[in-house]
C-alpha cells in the first residue's frame, strides 16, 4: 500500500498568494517527506518532519504533521512562478511510495 | 557526485522489441527503486532493492517486466517483449536507507513503444 496519499488537488493561484496541500497516510511512519516534480523532471526533496515534531519550517514551506490523524499539511508561502510543479509526500518506512501528488499552478 | 544517472534519456521501440533501462545510483547509497510515471497512473513504484538484493516487486506489472541489480553501483530495469501500454517515463531514485534520508531521483527514460 502506498505511504503517501496526497488530497489531489490541482490548485491555481496568483503569485504571492500562499499555497496549502494535504496529505494522508495509512501506517505508523518514522517520518514523512515533501518532494517536488517540476513538469518532466525527477522529484527533488524538499523537506523532512520526523514523526514527533509537529512543525517544521525551511524558507518559505511549512509543514505540519498530526501523527492522530495521519495526515500531513505544507505550505508554500509568497508563492512564485517557479513553484509551478506536482508536489508528493511519502510517509519514511524505506519503501519510497507516493500518491498521486497535488498540482500547482502559480500564475504570474 | 553526479547524482543519479539513467540511460538513455529518450527511448522508442516498436511493440514486441526487448528494452533496457539502465540505473546508476549514487555512490554509497544502499537502496534503489524504480517508478513509472504516467498521466493516469500516476507515479508508481515497481521495485526496491536494499543492499542489492530485491526488497518489494509487489509493483512489478507483469512478467514482461524484470529488474535486476547486479552490484551497488549498476541497476537494470528490463521490459520484454515491449508493448504501447508501457509507454511512460521511468525514474530510478537511490538512497542511504536510514532515519530521516532523502532520496535522489534520476531525469528519467522517457519510453515509447509503437
Known amino acids: 500500500s502506498q505511504q503517501g496519499e496526497e488530497d489531489p488537488q490541482a490548485l491555481s493561484i496568483q503569485e504571492g498568494e500562499n499555497a496549502t496541500m494535504n496529505c494522508s497516510y495509512k501506517?505508523?511512519?518514522?517520518?514523512l517527506q515533501w518532494y517536488r516534480q517540476n513538469s518532466g523532471r525527477g522529484l527533488v526533496h524538499l523537506i523532512l518532519?520526523?514523526?514527533?515534531?509537529r512543525e517544521k519550517h525551511s524558507g518559505r514551506l511549512r509543514v505540519t504533521l498530526d501523527t492522530s490523524k495521519k495526515s500531513s499539511s505544507l505550505l508554500i508561502t509568497a508563492s512564485r512562478a517557479a513553484d509551478t510543479a506536482s508536489y508528493f509526500c511519502?510517509?519514511?518506512?524505506?519503501?519510497?511510495?507516493f500518491g498521486k501528488g497535488n498540482q500547482v499552478v502559480v500564475i504570474p | 557526485d553526479a547524482g543519479v544517472i539513467q540511460s538513455p534519456r529518450h527511448e522508442v521501440t516498436e511493440m514486441g522489441q526487448e528494452v533496457t533501462l539502465r540505473c546508476k545510483p549514487i555512490s554509497g547509497h544502499n537502496s534503489l527503486f524504480w517508478y513509472r510515471q504516467t498521466m493516469m497512473r500516476g507515479l508508481e513504484l515497481l521495485i526496491y532493492?536494499?543492499?542489492?538484493?530485491?526488497?518489494?516487486d509487489s509493483g512489478m506489472p507483469e512478467d514482461r517486466f524484470s529488474a535486476k541489480m547486479p552490484n551497488a553501483s549498476f541497476s537494470t530495469l528490463k521490459i520484454q517483449p515491449s508493448e504501447p501500454r508501457d509507454s511512460a517515463v521511468y525514474f530510478c531514485a537511490s538512497s542511504f536507507t536510514g532515519r530521516g534520508t532523502e532520496a535522489f531521483f534520476g531525469q528519467g527514460t522517457r519510453l515509447t513503444v509503437v
Open positions: 518532519i520526523r514523526s514527533n515534531e
Open positions: 532493492f536494499n543492499n542489492n538484493v530485491p526488497i518489494d
Open positions: 511519502e510517509g519514511g518506512n524505506n519503501r519510497l511510495a
Open positions: 501506517t505508523s511512519i518514522n517520518n
